[in-house]
């Protein structure tokens, strides 16, 4: 494809207003233009008739039976009788958001794949993240593995990498997804518990797949309850190839890293913030957006050959396996950002469809099983989901490359192409559309021979190595809310066999995790240890890259600071403690006793965002309580502001403090700053505005261990 082909932009103007967005987006996805409400319209029904009245029914006398001659009250409700289509089967809960994708380094040495050619390449970008088991109206803090599915636009048209957040799968063979599937979600005699792991059916299942524990150990980390989705990594997590205009493969697995850092919340902040607000994690994707404050992701890879492949401990066409940085380095290519919300969920992030087989020219599969079984479902399932083959004509589906095939009807087909050529070869339409074997998508030809038969390779068959070598490379802090983890889930299984069935699996990744654990049950006696089918290795390095408190911020950028203030709230200290976070690159959430608002000691009139009973300290990064006497003691009276006080302590949120403000924290917190019972570290007792800066670089680090016992 020539280097003049224009490059797409995702649309810029986003701030110019909602009639000038919608129109935009609609007509460079190739669709209908959708007509927003502006106050000079008249309301019509869909057929485009004037509507004479929307708020009485046409009735017989005006007591009388309604008139089924009533059309515009019909259509009205017969449209919204089909309003819902069926959620996804997994990964229901989502949200989505535009931006783009930009190559920053070439791929050309590996792959022909156009986008790659050449640095600076921009293509339009549609991300969508969620949870998997959770309704579509669950909340979003459930402990769950995280989806970060990406379509982009490119100029051979889309290519999905449709990923999660965690780099391994519970599974090696498609087979067992509807059973994976089932044991999580909801028990169907029951219909509970929704959006968690924590029940006896799913850890029934795992106790019976050894093969799942890698993917456990992911699971009951930190990594499945992230701060936002801002903050954490994506995985593509199968091997895929690339290939060269030559023919040559270079296999590779594709990683999305935040360059905001990787960060978590706590569990007892995971179940307090479902309640203060279960739409914590869209909230924050689309705020920080609509704010201007774009998250990005570097695209890195890790490319290796056969040689390599053969090499390696484990089959790199297991699923359940990752290749160790160390191993095989990043080579970071591109960029993504997202700076455009979506103008309508239902019609963008509902609409959505990712299919693992949306691959470009110079992108190819491998035998991963169970890439190949989602070849088949992602496919299958927009069918059902959206109603029909035509899905792809659907904005956000629709390539913003040019299409010619010769794809027919079906329902809500809006493609109406003219003339008399429908099929191909054929003599009317003369030169086209024609396949391309230099253009087009050709599969690696690699050979393949053999039996058929069902049956798993052997290489596939060590389960703890890598489970352990997770385990390894978490620190203390994280290894403790493994054990914590494990032991809140098992707690939930009422069947004693199961926990003990999944705690014998334990010793095989590590024997300290399993007395843990086994303590944490109060389990009488060991379980005898599952023997596994290879014995697993014990001298794989850990590896620094899969610990998240090694892969924090640097620094408060894109993260929230909680102020709570009352009434004689000093200018100074609250203007200071506003500006150090803004030139920090955080955000400010104003909290008072009142959503209306507080009067500060210079008379000046401050409104809030919150009410206090509205904002606990969980929704926030670090907090700062800035109070006088009068104002302290009436913080001390509510139960709201000593939730909020306690919490923060508990979850080692740094603190910044007026003096008069430090008695609502109680015993170790002096006003004076001393701290006789150790509890201190990471409150700072603001004397003056420029202790706020001192603050805010404390709040750089992702909390204060120090102080929770880490
Ligand atoms: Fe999916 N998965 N999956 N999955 N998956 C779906 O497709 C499936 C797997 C992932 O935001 C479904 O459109 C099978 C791995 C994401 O719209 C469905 C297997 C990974 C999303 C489906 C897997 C994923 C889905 C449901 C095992 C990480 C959400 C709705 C063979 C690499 C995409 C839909 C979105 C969604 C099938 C395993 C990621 C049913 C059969 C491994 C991020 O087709």
């Not at 990594?223 to 296999?251: C, K, N, Q, W």
């Not at 699923?319 to 160390?326: F, L, N, S, V, Y």
Request: charged residues 25%.
């Amino acid at each position: 494809m020539p280097d003049d082909t224009p490059v797409f932009r995702p649309t810029a103007d986003t701030q110019s207003g909602r009639d000038t967005i919608t129109r935009k987006a609609r007509q460079g996805a190739g669709g209908e233009i959708h007509q927003s409400p502006a106050s000079d319209q008249y309301l019509t029904t869909a057929q485009g008739a004037p509507v004479s009245d929307n708020q009485n029914t046409l009735r017989a006398g005006p007591r009388g039976p309604a008139l089924m001659e009533d059309f515009a009250m019909r259509e009205k409700i017969f449209h919204f009788d089909h309003e819902r289509i069926p959620e996804r089967v997994v990964h229901a809960r989502g949200y989505g958001a535009h931006g783009y994708f930009e190559v920053t380094d070439t791929l050309s040495d590996v792959t022909s794949a156009h986008l790659f050619q050449k640095a600076g390449r921009r293509v339009p970008a549609f991300v969508r993240f969620s949870t998997v088991a959770g309704n579509k109206g669950s909340m979003d803090l459930a402990r769950d593995v995280r989806g970060f599915a990406v379509k982009l636009y490119t100029e051979e048209g889309n290519w999905d990498i449709v990923g999660n957040n965690i780099p391994v799968f519970f599974i090696q063979d498609p087979i067992k997804f509807p059973d994976l599937v089932h044991s999580v979600k909801e028990e169907p005699d029951r219909g509970f518990p929704q959006a968690q792991s924590a029940h006896d059916n799913f850890w029934d299942f795992i106790s019976l797949m050894p093969e799942s524990l890698h993917m456990i150990m992911w699971t009951m980390s930190d990594r499945a309850i992230p701060r936002s989705f801002r903050f954490m990594e994506g995985f593509g997590v199968h091997s895929f190839r690339l290939v060269d205009a030559g023919g040559r493969s270079t296999y590779v697995k594709f990683h999305w890293k935040p360059r905001q850092g990787l960060q978590s919340v706590l569990w007892d902040e995971a179940v307090k913030i479902n309640g203060a607000d279960p739409d914590f994690h869209r909230r924050d994707l689309w705020s920080a957006i609509e704010s201007g404050d774009f998250p990005e992701w570097d695209l890195a890879v890790q490319l290796f050959d056969d040689d390599f492949a053969d090499r390696f401990d484990f089959d790199i066409l297991d699923p359940t396996k990752i290749i160790p940085e160390e191993d095989v380095p990043l080579r970071v290519v591109g960029k993504l950002v997202l700076n455009r919300n979506v103008d309508n969920f239902f019609a963008e992030t509902e609409q959505v469809a990712f299919c693992t087989q949306n691959i470009v020219p110079g992108v190819d599969f491998t035998n991963d099983p169970l890439l190949q079984g989602r070849n088949f479902s992602y496919l299958d399932t927009q069918l059902k989901r959206l109603g029909g083959p035509n899905f792809t004509q659907i904005p956000v589906n629709a390539p913003r490359c040019p299409m010619h095939h010769f794809h027919q009807d079906g329902h809500m087909q809006t493609r109406g192409p003219s003339g008399r050529a429908n099929y191909e070869p054929n003599s009317w339409a003369k030169g086209g559309p024609r396949a391309d074997h230099n253009r087009g998508h050709r599969a690696f030809p690699e050979p393949v021979e053999g039996p058929k038969r069902k049956l798993r390779a052997d290489s596939f068959a060590d389960h703890y190595s890598q489970a352990r070598q997770f385990y390894i490379s978490q620190t203390t802090i994280e290894q403790d809310h493994i054990v914590d983890a494990l032991v809140f889930e098992l707690s939930k299984v009422e069947t004693l066999a199961i926990r003990e069935r999944v705690v014998a699996h334990l010793p095989n990744i590590d024997e300290a995790l399993a007395q843990k654990v086994a303590t944490g049950l109060g389990l009488k006696d060991m379980p005898a240890p599952h023997k596994p089918a290879v014995a697993p290795k014990t001298d794989l390095p850990p590896s620094a890259a899969l610990s998240i408190i090694r892969n924090g911020p640097d620094s408060f950028r894109g993260r929230t600071l909680g102020i709570v203030m009352t009434d004689g709230v000093g200018d100074d200290l609250l203007d200071a403690l506003i500006s150090a976070t803004g030139d920090a690159g955080g955000t400010v959430v104003l909290i008072a006793p009142a959503v209306g608002g507080v009067t500060t000691t210079g008379g000046k009139h401050v409104a809030a965002n919150q009410k206090i009973d509205g904002a606990p300290s969980v929704l926030f990064d670090a907090v700062a309580v800035l109070a006088d006497d009068k104002g302290a003691a009436l913080l001390a009276g509510m139960h709201s502001a000593r939730c909020f006080a306690a919490d923060a302590l508990a979850h080692g949120k740094f603190i910044a403090l007026s003096a008069e403000a430090a008695t609502l924290f109680n015993a170790g917190v002096n006003a004076d700053g001393t701290d006789e019972a150790g509890q201190n570290a990471g409150i700072h007792i603001l004397s003056e505005p420029q202790d706020a800066q001192v603050f805010l670089q404390d709040c750089g680090a992702l909390r204060c261990w120090e102080r929770i016992g880490g």
